[in-house]
């Protein structure tokens, strides 16, 4: 999502209410750097504009128990997306310099790295930056400047409601990322992460475990086997779909990934690999927008020779969960209901042959 432009004072202005705090009273120096005098070019020569760009730096300071295991969560390695590149391509492509492979991680998916002040303090460099609370640091970081900076054109911003149809039902009740996700989704745990299914993330049951029981009130839930579908298939709604990406190397040497086309879709497709964490017969799917060559136009790049080892739709933990939806309005809103199971007919020419893995090529027959 594109991020709000606003005036260099909307983005950088420190309030006198900032000097009372306990990180106001250590004073700018203390983490920035620079020097104490009155001559503002001499001041800044030696300013560190970031000082939580590495976990290592002042946070650790005070805060060493947090970002020793926040330096290896994937929130600040974004190992996941290096992990893309070494699937898609072969393991170690992002050490060769000069790559065109390494030119777009460096250059476009290392924006989404983060620190600690691009959430408790500021808003993230990929969102535009700036001071999200005047310099305030939030315990709780906002999720519509933080949360939403990275997130928003998936999860957070279907959570939202800025995204498809509806708004997730926990949004509209109040809930933060924060009230499902336990901190160390955020701050890791010490482990090296190496995806984002990696951690322990929040399930339904952990609030919901009553509806899944052969005592139920619901009683579809009483009729489907608990490991028959993941419950966004009946709960969730429509998501974000993006479709043939291309990345272009810009003027100021940054490379930009631009989609061939968006699309707000509902699929439900076959689980290719049931683990206990996800023992699913039927998911809910999201399609990501890589295809063979979409970094064949970097230099040193080319197409990706892994490409058809991996789906392009992919397991989607929709976040726009609603009692209500249009495919649990009755039995056969989904029994028999051709157009939200993936199928042949929604594949495109461009799109990876392990698509042919998650094809429901028998749906649910209608209930008479």
């Not at 490409?307 to 029994?335: G, M």
């Not at 042919?356 to 027959?365: C, D, G, H, S």
């Amino acid at each position: 999502m594109a991020a709000p432009q606003l005036e260099g004072i909307d983005k950088f202005l420190v309030t006198a209410d900032f000097l009372n705090t306990s990180h106001g009273r250590l004073g700018c120096i203390a983490c920035h750097g620079g020097e104490n005098v009155t001559d503002r070019e001499t001041a800044h020569a030696t300013m560190i504009p970031r000082p939580s760009y590495s976990p290592e730096g002042i946070c650790a300071d005070c805060h060493g128990d947090i970002t020793g295991t926040f330096a290896v969560s994937i929130h600040h390695t974004v190992q996941g997306m290096a992990n893309f590149f070494d699937n898609f391509v072969h393991p170690g492509i992002l050490d060769q310099e000069g790559s065109g492979f390494r030119t777009a991680f460096d250059n476009n998916c290392y924006k989404c790295h983060s620190t600690c002040g691009s959430c408790h303090v500021s808003r993230p460099v990929a969102y535009g930056g700036g001071l999200h609370s005047q310099h305030q640091f939030a315990k709780t970081p906002p999720m519509g400047e933080t949360c939403f900076g990275c997130h928003g054109a998936r999860n957070a911003g279907e959570y939202m409601g800025v995204v498809g149809f509806t708004r997730d039902v926990h949004f509209e009740k109040g809930m933060h990322c924060k009230d499902c996700h336990p901190k160390s989704n955020f701050h890791g745990t010490g482990a090296v992460e190496q995806y984002m299914y990696d951690v322990d993330l929040p399930n339904c049951t952990d609030c919901h475990g009553q509806m899944l029981t052969a005592g139920s009130p619901i009683e579809a839930h009483r009729s489907h086997p608990a490991d028959l579908m993941n419950c966004q298939v009946c709960h969730a709604g429509a998501n974000n779909n993006c479709f043939d990406c291309h990345a272009t190397l810009q003027p100021d040497g940054s490379v930009a990934g631009v989609a061939g086309a968006m699309r707000i879709l509902f699929k439900i497709g076959l689980n290719p690999e049931r683990t206990p964490e996800r023992p699913y017969k039927y998911m809910t799917l999201r399609h990501i927008p890589t295809v063979i060559d979409t970094f064949s136009s970097l230099v040193g790049a080319g197409d990706l020779p892994n490409y058809h080892q991996f789906p392009n739709w992919k397991y989607s933990p929709t976040h726009n969960i609603q009692r209500r939806t249009i495919q649990n309005e009755s039995c056969n809103s989904c029994h028999g209901n051709q157009f939200i199971f993936l199928g042949e007919r929604d594949l495109r020419e461009s799109d990876s042959e392990a698509n042919q893995e998650l094809l429901v090529r028998i749906i649910p027959p209608p209930v008479p």
